[in-house]
Nanobody, 126 residues
Framework: QVQLVESGGGLVQAGGSLRLSCAASGGTFSSYAMGWFRQAPGKEREFVAGISRSGGGTYYADSVKGRFSISRDNAENTVYLQMNSLKPEDTGVYYC???????????????????WGQGTQVTVSS
């Protein structure tokens, strides 16, 4: 089973940018659909962006559409989340998630994912 490690979080001012990375090991990365989720204090974990196993399909939460971009490099076993025009409401712990997939489907539900990283903190100051 694949293991996931996120990096790239930090403190940024509103309007700034961050790029999160999620490195996978221990599995066949190209067999997994990938997703990014976030969780703010006192709130449930929510979907941010997802990408199909080949990278040909992507999907975004309405709150980040046009500002965030998900991509993957199957040769490097890594999925990325480029976050631009950050807002204070983007603050939270960002998690990378994976699930095996035999199709080009992008999954948006927490329950659909089997494997989770430990998370990386993103804080956007106003």
């Amino acid at each position: 089973q694949v293991q996931l490690v996120e990096s790239g979080g930090g403190l940024v001012q509103a309007g700034g940018s961050l790029r999160l990375s999620c490195a996978a090991s221990g599995g066949t990365f190209s067999s997994y659909a990938m997703g990014w989720f976030r969780q703010a204090p006192g709130k449930e974990r929510e979907f941010v962006a997802g990408i199909s196993r080949s990278g040909g399909g992507t999907y975004y939460a309405d709150s980040v559409k046009g500002r965030f971009s998900i991509s993957r490099d199957n040769a490097e076993n890594t999925v990325y989340l480029q976050m631009n025009s950050l807002k204070p409401e983007d603050t939270g712990v960002y998690y990378c998630a994976a699930r095996t997939s035999a199709t080009i489907v992008v999954y948006t539900s927490v329950r659909r994912y089997d494997v989770w990283g430990q998370g990386t903190q993103v804080t956007v100051s106003s």
